[in-house]
Nanobody, 122 residues
Framework: QVFLVESGGGLVQPGGSLTLSCAAS????????MGWYRQAPGKERQLVAI???????TYTDSAKGRFTISRDFTNNTVWLQMNSLKPEDTAIYYC????????????????WGQGTQVTVSS
């Protein structure tokens, strides 16, 4: 099992910055790719950014140039630095992790954090 706990959400003005963190525990050695997703009210959960076990990041178009995902392997933590925030970024942000607990594709599991609220408003 893998446990993910997000923190760092809050209220910020448009154009401001905010940094989210996700602390992983449990079978942390099984974790491969991690990422951040968000879900706005009345909308589907969508990808924000992902980062591989080797530190290679990928961003959704709306996050490119504004958000930075990073990974701290020593402390088993993933960060999402968000700059130039817009009201459209308002959502609950969820940490996600893939975990390989065996051989083959069927051994890959998804894990989610409880979410942290980000509100961008003046």
């Amino acid at each position: 099992q893998v446990f993910l706990v997000e923190s760092g959400g809050g209220l910020v003005q448009p154009g401001g910055s905010l940094t989210l963190s996700c602390a992983a525990s449990g079978n942390i050695f099984s974790i491969t790719t991690m990422g951040w997703y968000r879900q706005a009210p009345g909308k589907e959960r969508q990808l924000v950014a992902i980062i591989t076990s080797t530190g290679s990041p990928t961003y959704t178009d709306s996050a490119k140039g504004r958000f930075t995902i990073s990974r701290d392997f020593t402390n088993n933590t993933v960060w999402l630095q968000m700059n130039s925030l817009k009201p459209e970024d308002t959502a609950i942000y969820y940490c996600h992790a893939y975990s390989r607990q065996g051989k083959g594709w069927g051994s890959i599991y998804d894990y989610w954090g409880q979410g942290t609220q980000v509100t961008v408003s003046s």
